[in-house]
C-alpha cells in the first residue's frame, strides 16, 4: 500500500524557518515526481514546489521561489522543502504527493499524504 507521511509542520514566527519532510513506505519515491502542495482554510489547494524523478529538476511557485528549496535524498526515500524567511500567508496544511512527471493540476498527482500544519504567527 502505498503512503506518504509528511512531518516537520509547527508554529513558527515571521521570518522564521521549518522543514518538512515526506516520507515513503512500501514505494520508491525516487521513481516519481514529488510535489508540495498546501491549502489554508478557506482557500483551494495549490502547488508549491514539485521536484522530477529523472534529472532532479526543480519548480516553485512565484509566491516561495527565493524562499523554499525542495530537495529529496533517495537513500533515505525521503523528500524535503526548506522553508524559509516564512511569512503568515504560507500558514496552510502542507501535502505531499506522487505523479509521473511534474504537473501544474494537483489532479494529476495520484498519491497524497495526510498533510502537515504550518502556522506562521508571531
Known amino acids: 500500500q502505498v503512503q506518504l507521511v509528511e512531518s516537520g509542520g509547527g508554529l513558527v514566527q515571521p521570518g522564521g524557518s521549518l522543514r518538512l519532510s515526506c516520507a515513503a513506505s512500501?514505494?520508491?519515491?525516487?521513481?516519481?515526481?514529488i510535489g508540495w502542495f498546501r491549502q489554508a482554510p478557506g482557500k483551494e489547494r495549490e502547488g508549491v514546489s514539485c521536484?522530477?524523478?529523472?534529472?532532479?529538476?526543480?519548480y516553485y511557485a512565484d509566491s516561495v521561489k527565493g524562499r523554499f528549496t525542495i530537495s529529496r535524498d533517495n537513500a533515505k526515500n525521503t523528500v524535503y522543502l526548506q522553508m524559509n524567511s516564512l511569512k503568515p500567508e504560507d500558514t496552510a496544511v502542507y501535502y505531499c504527493?506522487?505523479?509521473?512527471?511534474?504537473?501544474?493540476?494537483?489532479?494529476?498527482?495520484?498519491?497524497w499524504g495526510q498533510g502537515t500544519q504550518v502556522t506562521v504567527s508571531s
Open positions: 521536484i522530477s524523478s529523472s534529472d532532479g529538476s526543480t
Open positions: 512500501e514505494f520508491t519515491l525516487g521513481y516519481y515526481a
Open positions: 504527493a506522487t505523479a509521473p512527471f511534474c504537473e501544474v493540476s494537483r489532479y494529476e498527482y495520484d498519491y
